[in-house]
């Protein structure tokens, strides 16, 4: 927090309840709006340059993308803020902006939060969510991925046990205690998790009913994303036409051989472990702060070399 060039963005004030957690944040005005969409045309650019076949819009996770669609965060008047079809502009001219700059065939992806949790504090249903998945069809996106959010910096879009090795005094401690810039927003962060812990358990496929749903409104491709963890519940989910792919993304932390043991029908170790819910935020992105997870990993690579040890 200490070493941010920029303050962080936001497409309004940011709400009296939340202005503990998000401090100087800076509200975009509306010109600023459209020079943001014509930038992630570039960037678009850059990556098909560098190889990539496509680029997907971290449009969830109440990131800035997913609070432009948020009717607690964006209470615009400009052309951003208002009906849903307003809140969803900066989306349609993102993607403009990526056919322009990349390529009218360069896929473009869209994951986004189809159902928001925060009441009483905001939120809104699954019937918006899907509303959205129809305007990103029609603004030309080539495939979506829906999920739940939260409004509230908690771990609810994670699922699963408090992460209480992630708040025990050590290294890890010490580094969220940085990020969090005092001891006290530390706390608040810890108290948000332990809530979110005991309100949404781990269960498999929890965001089952979410993209069903957008699967049976739209033509264009769909993944599935969400505590999916065995074989037989990616080839349920696709026997049963609610989805066309299935992705797994914060289970590699914890079992780098996943994909092996998926493809093999091996047994995984990832029901009742505890996810890493904050590694990004206490040093680089992909390393595992589990202790735990990390004991399982140095026992597993023991026994298969192949398998690089953590640091």
């Known amino acids: 927090m200490a070493r941010r060039l ?16 998000h401090r100087g944040a800076h509200v975009l005005t509306t010109e600023e709006v459209a020079a943001l969409a014509r930038r992630f ?29 948020s009717p607690t965060y964006n209470r615009r008047d400009d052309r951003y803020g208002g009906l849903v079809e307003k809140r969803f502009q900066l989306f349609r001219e993102i993607r403009k902006a990526v056919a322009e700059e990349a390529g009218e ?13 925060g009441r ?36 609810a879009i994670c699922r699963g046990a408090y992460p209480s090795a992630s708040f025990t005094p050590g290294k890890v401690h010490d580094k969220l205690r940085a990020f969090q810039g005092s001891a006290l927003r530390l706390r608040t962060t810890q108290a948000g998790f ?18 069903s749903a957008v699967k049976a409104a739209v033509r264009i491709p769909v993944f599935a994303v969400g505590g999916i963890r065995t074989r037989e519940e990616a080839e349920d989910i696709l026997a049963r036409g609610e989805a066309d792919m299935v992705g797994v993304g914060r289970p ?39 202790p735990r997870v990390n004991e399982r990993r140095r026992a597993s690579a023991a026994k298969s070399p192949h398998i690089r040890q953590p640091a």
Not at 105 to 117: H, N
Request: glycine share 8%; proline share 9%.
């Open 41 to 69: 045309g570039q960037v678009a650019a850059w990556a098909r340059e560098a190889g990539y076949d496509a680029v997907q819009l971290a449009g969830g996770n109440a990131k800035l993308l997913h609070q432009f669609l």
């Open 252 to 290: 590699f932390y914890a079992e780098p051989a996943l994909a092996e043991k998926i493809s093999r029908g091996r047994r995984t170790d990832l029901r009742e472990q505890q996810l890493v819910h904050r590694a990004a935020d206490a040093g680089p992105a992909g390393v595992c702060y589990d």
């Open 105 to 117: 065939d360069y896929p473009v992806w869209l994951k986004f939060a189809a159902t928001e949790i």
């Open 120 to 155: 009483p504090f905001g939120g809104y249903g699954l019937d918006m969510g899907v509303a959205v998945a129809k305007l990103a069809e029609d603004a030309g996106f080539d495939a979506l991925t829906p999920a739940g959010a939260s409004v509230l910096p908690n771990t």
């Open 194 to 211: 332990w809530v979110a812990s005991k309100r949404f358990p781990f269960r498999p496929v929890w965001n089952r009913s979410i993209f």
């Open 6 to 21: 920029l303050p962080p963005l936001a497409p309004s004030p940011v709400p009296w309840w939340a202005r503990f957690v």
